[in-house]
């Protein structure tokens, strides 16, 4: 009865082990071939990954150690890595699926995953930087977030969130399993460029349809609360395919306070809608310097946020918000060169949150928190007159 109840601490320690890129236990993922434990204490677990060189074998590894470690009575561990068989691999793919179809696009309007593309007029908005933050702002209120890279020339979300460049989607058989960083489901063309990641892509518009068309059908996320989409800036190609393939997404416009910026984010926001997609709010980035005596030094201007929601507004015939006005910070700036983002996000056992202390970060965690309370529609959000420091919360997904 006693070697029993050991058995079943070790099995529950082990179910609390999340593959990283699958985010769900080891044990109902048939990873776990056999674990034993003897009346002296000594363990025995057999784990088996999908594949020869899995990139998660490290982690996974040292996640079962702890786990088995932690479980009272356990006195050494025998821990054996091994590879899953053919027919193993395809229980595992099936359980991942959930009965789903294969290369298809599960973003349609009929999922429950919020989808939201993050567009602007010109480059050199911070849009990119947005849109990681704003994906790491959502998964520290509990949301389940990935990231769809789209600006495929200008691609840079996986260094902002701290991926190295040998860091590339899983696939066996014919799925493809994307990267995690801080919890966060990445994928991007820069994964798929081989060793030379630094390549110039020269593309002309069926290929880069067909590519956004691979990421939303062949990458699988699994269950999202939110999809968001960094797209390349102005109206392109992409930003058609986007519109043709979610016509249901929404929209996320960011500018900056200069004016030149601001007259062309409003081009952004209106081909948008003229596709279908519904304009939920404006983003102004780099609002302001905020300098050490608390004062503000406005190094590209005022009011181009605002412009462009009153004129989005004025010409929908509906009210668009200004959602945030995030200010220009060195810590945020560094923190995008670094990949060490400054919002973190809770660990699998919902620990490792610290506060938000840097101004800009901050306001993109409020942003997300109102992203969070909208639902489908941010009209008539009222934007806070200053960003605060937020306390980590949880926020039911959407």
């Known amino acids: ?7 079943a601490a070790l099995w529950a320690a082990l179910s609390r082990v999340n593959d990283p890129e699958v985010r769900l236990p080891i044990t109902e993922l048939g990873m776990v071939a056999n674990a034993a434990i003897d009346s002296e204490g000594n363990a025995e677990v057999e784990v088996k990954l999908t594949i020869t060189g899995c990139p998660a074998a490290q982690q996974i590894e040292k996640d079962v ?27 595992f793919i099936e359980t991942v699926r959930a009965g789903k179809p294969a290369r298809s696009n599960r973003f349609t309007a009929d999922s429950l995953t919020r989808v939201i ?33 789209a600006d495929i020339f200008g ?13 590339k989607p899983t696939k066996f058989d014919d799925l493809i399993l994307p990267p995690v960083a801080h919890g966060v489901k990445v994928v991007s063309i820069g994964m798929f460029l081989g060793d030379d990641s630094s390549q110039a892509i020269a593309w002309r518009g069926p290929m880069l349809h067909r590519t956004i068309e691979q990421f939303l059908s062949d990458v ?3 269950d999202l609360d939110v999809l968001l989409l960094d797209l390349p800036p102005g109206t392109g190609d992409i930003a058609l395919s986007v519109g043709q393939l979610l016509p249901h997404a929404e929209i996320l416009v960011v500018t900056t306070p200069q004016r030149a910026a601001a007259d062309v984010a409003v081009r952004s926001g209106l081909v948008a809608e ?5 304009v939920i709010g404006v983003i102004e980035n780099m609002a302001h310097l905020a300098l050490a005596d608390g004062s503000r030094q406005e190094l590209f201007g005022s009011g181009g946020g605002q412009a462009v929601a009153d004129s989005l507004s004025k010409t929908l015939g509906r009210s668009v918000a200004l959602l945030a006005q995030v200010p220009l910070t060195i810590e945020f700036r560094a923190a995008g060169d ?23 970060a901050a306001e993109i965690l409020a942003l997300a928190e109102r992203i969070v309370a909208s639902g489908k529609s941010l009209a008539g959000v009222k934007l806070p007159v200053s960003a605060k420091t937020a306390e980590p919360q949880t926020a039911e997904a959407t």
């Open 155 to 167: 691609y840079s979300i996986p260094a902002i969130l701290g991926l190295s460049a040998d860091a």
């Open 65 to 91: 150690r702890a786990a088995v470690a932690a479980v009272t009575g356990v006195q050494a561990l025998s821990l054996q890595m091994s590879v899953m068989s053919e027919d193993e691999r395809h229980s």
């Open 117 to 149: 593309a993050v567009t602007s007029g010109k480059g050199g908005v911070g849009k990119s930087s947005v849109t990681a933050s704003l994906a790491l702002a959502l998964t520290r209120l509990g949301l389940r977030v990935g990231i769809i890279d």
């Open 338 to 360: 670094t990949g060490q983002p400054l919002i973190s996000v809770p660990d699998d056992r919902g620990a490792g949150l610290e506060p938000v202390h840097d101004l800009a």
């Open 220 to 222: 699988w996320f699994g």
């Open 274 to 278: 003229k596709l279908g997609q519904r």
């Open 1 to 7: 009865m006693k070697n029993d109840s050991a058995r």
